[in-house]
């Protein structure tokens, strides 16, 4: 069975940082595309970018809110994947979801999500 | 960027009734749709994807159907379980994208 843990999201102040850590458990992670996608209090969905496997080396993409502030890593001897946000800003609050998505697109799996507050 | 279109934002229904939930995509995105359904405080959980292919375990009375820039998810027998919200996504081409989602009620 999939299973995908999430940590790490907090109280943080503008301008700051934070690194959410996934570790995922029961399919291959090395073979396996990885998404981030977010969740604001009372809103819709938002894809945040994507990991793809390792065969790819791990190239990243991401939206276009996000790009320059946020990284998306791995540690493949963790099983981990992490988003590394920088620059943080109030639109950043939300729910952050880690997902393993099917290769094309499709997000199957998704873990409970960590909550991210950014405020003063 | 393609963007997506969801309609209606809500919709209610009353049980056993047939509802259509439609996605338009501003671009031809082929079959690259999927379709996910949220619980009130839950995760999501996908559906469908390749615009009409359902995913393992999911009831048969979802279907999917649509390519090009028109899709449609369909719930044929409308049960009480199915309160929720409902969202269509594209990954034809970065930045993958979310439609606004679509809220049933069951009446």
């Known amino acids: 069975e999939v299973q995908l843990v999430e940590s790490g999201g907090g109280l943080v102040q503008p301008g700051g940082s934070l690194r959410l850590s996934c570790i995922g458990s029961?399919?291959?992670?090395?073979?396996?595309?990885m998404d981030w996608v977010r969740q604001a209090p009372g809103r819709g969905l938002e894809w945040v970018g994507r990991?793809?496997?390792?065969?790819?080396?791990?190239?990243?993409e991401y939206a276009a809110s996000v790009k320059g502030r946020f990284t998306i890593s791995r540690d493949e001897s963790k099983g981990a994947l992490y988003l590394q946000m920088n620059s943080l800003r109030t639109d950043d609050t939300a729910m952050y979801y880690c997902?393993?998505?099917?290769?094309?697109?499709?997000?199957?799996?998704w873990g409970q999500g960590t909550l991210v507050t950014v405020s003063s | 960027d393609i963007q997506m279109t969801q309609s209606p934002s809500i919709l209610s229904a009353s049980v056993g009734d047939r509802v259509t939930i439609t996605c338009r995509a501003s671009?031809?995105?082929?079959?690259?749709l999927a379709w996910y359904q949220q619980k009130p405080g839950k995760v999501p959980k996908l559906l469908i994807f390749?615009?009409?292919t359902l995913n393992s375990g999911v009831p048969s009375r979802f279907s999917g159907s649509g390519s090009g820039t028109e899709f449609t998810l369909t719930i044929n027998g409308l049960q009480p379980g199915d309160s929720a919200t409902y969202y269509c996504?594209?990954?034809?081409?970065?930045?993958?994208?979310f439609g606004q989602g679509t809220k049933v009620e069951i009446k």
């Open positions: 390749e615009s009409s």
């Open positions: 029961g399919f291959a992670f090395t073979e396996n595309y």
């Open positions: 990991s793809r496997k390792k065969a790819q080396r791990y190239t990243t």
């Open positions: 996504q594209r990954y034809n081409t970065y930045p993958w994208m």
């Open positions: 997902i393993k998505d099917d290769g094309m697109g499709a997000m199957d799996s």
């Open positions: 671009q031809s995105i082929s079959t690259r």
